[in-house]
């Protein structure tokens, strides 16, 4: 019940699929993560070989932002949906209720998920546009995205950039590295959610540390010039 549910489409690989002998015609297959060249070979059987990683360039706006942590704000950009993870979300929120803890969701929202019963404790911003989402990224203390599916969520390198300590998932197909510039949290798992936003709210110095490398290597490697060479 958290939103309509899925549209009947027929099969996507039928209807939509790769043209005959795209797969043994291809020599290189550029993933912007490990989640994609792992979907390539496990479900498409292409050679591990055959694929290379290289992640997504941000525009220098986003590089621009200056840090203005309110501490105990907790960001969610992106739709607010069942793909990304929006119930586990307001699940590891109702965990935390009691705490100094605001959580901010920027996006697209269904009224059946604003209005939703176990989503009390987020605070639902709607779409915010482009001109004032930078601002929320500023004054944000802590990122999370407990996605299921991405291909590399660009909202990642968005908060890396902007200096946010952050919690994703596998499934996000992120450039985040446990433990070294933010925190890697089990997809479908509220109670792993909750605790790592506890960890960076009770022991700050860790969180101050996973922001400032999450910014520094953003600065280092997201940028066009660092992605072109990569492509390279």
Same mark, same amino acid.
């Given at each position: 019940?958290?939103?309509?549910?899925?549209?009947?489409?027929?099969?996507?690989?039928?209807?939509?699929?790769?043209?005959?002998?795209?797969?043994? $015609?291809?020599?290189?297959?550029?993933?912007?993560?490990?989640?994609?060249?792992?979907?390539?070979?496990?479900?498409?059987?292409?050679?591990?070989?055959?694929?290379?990683?290289?992640?997504?360039?941000?525009?220098?706006?986003?590089?621009?932002?200056?840090?203005?942590?309110? $501490?105990?704000? @907790?960001?969610?950009?992106? $739709?607010?949906?069942?793909?990304?993870?929006? /119930?586990?979300?307001?699940?590891?929120?109702?965990?935390?209720?009691?705490?100094?803890?605001?959580?901010?969701?920027?996006?697209?929202? /269904?009224?059946? @998920?604003?209005?939703?019963?176990?989503?009390?404790?987020?605070?639902?911003?709607?779409?915010?546009?482009?001109?004032?989402?930078?601002?929320?990224?500023?004054?944000?203390?802590?990122?999370?995205?407990?996605?299921?599916?991405?291909?590399?969520?660009?909202?990642?390198?968005?908060?890396?950039?902007?200096?946010?300590?952050?919690?994703?998932?596998?499934?996000?197909?992120?450039?985040?590295?446990?433990?070294?510039?933010?925190?890697?949290?089990?997809?479908?798992?509220?109670?792993?959610?909750?605790?790592?936003?506890?960890?960076?709210?009770?022991?700050?110095?860790?969180?101050?540390?996973?922001?400032?490398?999450?910014?520094?290597?953003? /600065?280092?490697?997201?940028?066009?010039?660092?992605?072109?060479?990569?492509? @390279?």
């Amino acid at each position: 019940d958290w939103g309509p549910p899925p549209p009947e489409r027929p099969d996507a690989r039928g209807e939509f699929g790769p043209p005959p002998n795209f797969f043994e $015609t291809t020599d290189v297959f550029v993933c912007p993560s490990p989640f994609v060249a792992d979907d390539l070979v496990t479900n498409w059987g292409v050679p591990r070989a055959a694929t290379r990683i290289v992640p997504y360039a941000l525009s220098a706006r986003w590089f621009e932002i200056e840090p203005q942590p309110i $501490t105990g704000q @907790v960001l969610f950009a992106g $739709t607010a949906d069942r793909r990304k993870g929006i /119930h586990y979300m307001a699940a590891g929120a109702k965990k935390l209720s009691g705490r100094s803890l605001h959580f901010r969701v920027a996006g697209s929202v /269904h009224e059946e @998920v604003r209005t939703h019963p176990n989503a009390t404790a987020l605070t639902f911003l709607g779409r915010v546009p482009r001109a004032e989402i930078q601002a929320e990224f500023a004054a944000a203390d802590i990122f999370v995205l407990p996605t299921l599916a991405e291909g590399s969520a660009t909202v990642i390198y968005e908060a890396m950039a902007a200096g946010l300590a952050i919690i994703t998932t596998p499934a996000a197909g992120s450039v985040i590295r446990d433990g070294l510039d933010g925190l890697i949290v089990p997809e479908r798992d509220p109670d792993a959610l909750a605790e790592a936003i506890d960890r960076l709210m009770t022991d700050r110095p860790l969180r101050d540390r996973l922001a400032h490398a999450a910014r520094l290597r953003a /600065h280092g490697a997201f940028g066009f010039e660092a992605y072109g060479s990569a492509l @390279v």
